[in-house]
Nanobody, 125 residues
Framework: QVQLVESGGGLVQPGGSLRLSCAAS????????IGWFRQAPGKEREGVSC???????YYAESAEGRVTISRDNGKNTVDLQMNNLKPEDTSVYYC???????????????????WGQGTQVTVSS
């Protein structure tokens, strides 16, 4: 059974950092495209970053320079390091797996087949 579980969310002050982790069971994360998305109340889900099967990384403009996505194959996780957090980064963050994407990755939700339950990130002083 494929399962994704996010962790690492919490309350942080503006300018602070958080490291989110997406753990998988039932498959090896390094064989698939993994994306990180977020959704704030009243807003549509938006892509933050993704990593392709080959390890290429992509970032939303709002995340560029502040966010780094990486695989930890030993732990079977895909992590999202977020620095210089801003109040507008407050959202529920989700990781997702795209089972049928072979090349590249996408910051839109449609190609992703499996989703975690999300982890709350709150940036506030």
């Amino acid at each position: 059974q494929v399962q994704l579980v996010e962790s690492g969310g919490g309350l942080v002050q503006p300018g602070g950092s958080l490291r989110l982790s997406c753990a998988a069971s039932g498959f090896s994360l390094d064989s698939y495209v993994i994306g990180w998305f977020r959704q704030a109340p009243g807003k549509e889900r938006e892509g933050v970053s993704c990593i392709s099967r080959s390890g290429s990384t992509y970032y939303a403009e709002s995340a560029e320079g502040r966010v780094t996505i990486s695989r930890d194959n030993g732990k079977n996780t895909v992590d999202l390091q977020m620095n210089n957090l801003k109040p507008e980064d407050t959202s529920v963050y989700y990781c997702a797996m795209a089972g049928s994407v072979v090349a590249g990755c996408y910051l839109t939700a449609a190609p992703y087949d499996y989703w975690g339950q999300g982890t709350q990130v709150t940036v506030s002083s």
